[in-house]
């Protein structure tokens, strides 16, 4: 999986690319519909370390017995966030030799918000199939700095956009209920 989000700084926005892993359950309720589970992380040593708990729905609007099976994604999600940056705190104090003092920031970011998404699964056996997923997810986070002071909550929309490549395993066999296997 790769994340993109932007953030806003003291300075302006940052924006960060990083790499992370999933999961995902799927309950089928018919052949178009499933309830989804998702969770994601992104890696460590990451600009930005950021995890996604998010519950919702797919819908398929081809059948099981298609090669190429397109998906949409639509779930509630919560994110949650840390990144450090370097801000900016005015002018030099030392004796005046150099430009100006900069001060790592560090902070964390929760909040709720909702992903859609769109892709295709690809079957390559019976119980295993090649997935990938564009989707979005826009949360409305709070901000806290880690400093010795209290941290102080500010509040902003964050826009993540995700790429997400991957295996799909099913061991489970499903017949159609016209199919009886006593004959």
């Known amino acids: 999986m790769i994340t993109t989000a932007q953030v806003p700084t003291d300075a ?7 790499f992370g892993n999933g999961l995902r359950a799927d309950y ?10 998702d969770m994601t992380a992104s890696y ?10 998010e519950v919702g729905a797919r819908y398929a609007p ?9 998906f949409f994604d639509a779930r509630l999600a919560y994110m949650h966030m840390y990144d450090s940056y370097q801000s900016n705190i005015g002018p030099s104090l030392n004796g005046g030799f150099g430009g100006s003092d900069y001060a790592d920031v560090n902070r964390y970011m ?9 892709g295709f699964e690809f079957p390559l056996t019976q119980s295993l199939q090649l997935t990938n997923e564009l989707s979005a997810v826009r949360s409305r986070m709070t901000a806290y700095r880690l400093t010795a002071a209290l941290p102080t909550g500010t509040t902003y929309w964050m826009t993540a956009f995700r ?10 066999r499903t017949m159609h209920l016209d199919q009886n296997p006593m004959k």
């Open 163 to 172: 790429y997400s490549i991957g295996v799909k395993l099913n061991p489970v």
């Open 110 to 118: 929760r909040g709720f918000g909702s992903a859609i998404g769109a």
């Open 62 to 70: 081809l059948t099981l017995d298609h090669e190429l099976r397109p």
């Open 28 to 37: 089928r309720y018919t052949d178009h519909w499933s309830a989804t589970i």
């Open 44 to 53: 460590l040593f990451s600009p930005a370390i950021t995890e996604t708990g």
């Open 12 to 18: 302006g926005l940052s924006r960060y690319t990083s």
